[in-house]
């Protein structure tokens, strides 16, 4: 079946403007069981509090709905609150404010965001630790984590090749490329599968090992952590046009391609058994965007061609267009060992209508 996306697109927007104006001043993270959002408003640096606001960018770059900006502004504003929190503060401040503030610097030219975005990028280069060339991970008391990176951080490192690029100042972008050779060399395995953290020593940078987190085991594949690794990997050529890192997003494309096929819906980790229930559609959504930004790099339609492939499986049972619910997508999963699984997750939601925007060549390119 030959599907229009425009018409999609169309009803995503609609569905949107319903959602939007019946969660005003909300930050959602997931959906119940009817399809109404959550609020994660008061815990305000959690990492997936852009994600809304960035679904609401994309759609004001096409639509131009100034209830989508005020609304991602409003958000944008809140998160102020995060640079007072040293503990909020990690990893993920790509996830919060590349879809925060640097969208509306890019959509309106808004020196406050540019301004954040900074503080945002100098706190994250803050994170970076030269003896084993990685940004670190989650903060904790004891110091334990201090030599724990994870695959996540490739989709962060574009904030700091944005800082770089705005302030010109070479400072951000190199340690966003040393950051990158490391994860090449301990996250990513020979056959094109990731793991999901590294533990390294943090004085001396010696590798100590891996470990599962949010994946089935150690040693296995996480669906959300291949996504991570593909479109990070893919952004990071982007970025840097270092054949290195375009040869790996490939490879870890090429595993992905191979290992989705033996699912008929996207599983949380790709070694779990063909009997587990476990889902997590946010992992096709993330896949879709890295594998149309392959199609765009490199021109070889096998990535169009299995980005269309998981966006259809998603239209066809796993996406919720009616404008009664807020949810969009459905059946994702935080964890592989939590108890709750196949639940709406809004970052799956954003990424899906990233990729929607990507083939209709209609998105505002945050990353
Ligand atoms: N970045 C955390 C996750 O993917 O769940």
Request: glycine share 8%; net charge negative; with cysteine.
């Amino acid at each position: 079946m030959v599907i229009n996306w425009n018409d999609v697109l169309e009803k995503i927007i609609h569905k949107e403007e319903c959602a939007a104006a019946r969660n005003q001043n909300k930050i959602p993270y997931s959906a119940d069981e009817e399809g109404n959002f959550d609020d994660r408003s008061k815990d305000i640096s959690w990492w997936t509090n852009g994600f809304w606001a960035g679904l609401l960018w994309q759609l004001y770059g096409v639509c131009r709905d100034g209830r989508f900006r005020a609304e991602a502004q409003e958000i944008e504003r809140k998160l102020d609150e995060s640079f007072m929190s040293a503990e909020g503060m990690d990893h993920d401040s790509g996830f919060k404010w590349l879809l925060t503030a640097n969208a509306d610097l890019l959509l309106t030219g808004s020196g406050e965001s540019k301004n954040r975005l900074l503080l945002a990028a100098g706190n994250l280069a803050g994170r970076f630790n030269p003896a084993g060339n990685f940004l670190r991970a989650w903060n904790d008391e004891t110091g334990e984590k201090a030599g724990w990176a994870i695959i996540d951080c490739m989709m962060n490192l574009p904030l700091l090749y944005r800082a770089s690029e705005i302030c010109r100042d070479p400072r951000f972008y190199a340690i966003a490329f040393r950051h990158a050779q490391t994860a090449q060399r301990y996250f990513v395995r020979e056959d094109g599968s990731v793991c999901h953290i590294v533990r390294f020593d943090p004085q001396t940078g010696e590798f100590l090992g891996s470990l599962k987190g949010q994946g089935m085991k150690e040693g296995s594949s996480w669906t959300r952590g291949q996504g991570w690794a593909l479109y990070g990997f893919a952004l990071s050529y982007r970025h840097t046009h270092a054949a290195e890192f375009l040869e790996t997003a490939e490879r870890v494309a090429q595993n992905f391609i191979t290992r989705m096929q033996e699912f008929g819906h996207m599983p949380v980790d790709f070694c779990q058994t063909s009997d587990c229930p476990f889902e997590d559609s946010s992992a096709a959504a993330i896949a879709s965007c890295g594998l149309l930004e392959l199609f765009s790099i490199t021109g070889k339609e096998e990535y169009s061609a299995a980005a269309e492939g998981l966006l259809e499986g998603l239209l066809a049972d796993r996406c919720d267009l009616s404008t009664e619910s807020d949810r969009l997508l459905t059946h994702c999963s935080a964890a592989y060992h939590d108890e709750r699984h196949n639940f709406p997750l809004i970052y799956g939601d954003y990424f899906f209508i990233e990729a929607v925007l990507k083939i209709l060549k209609k998105e505002t390119f945050l990353w």
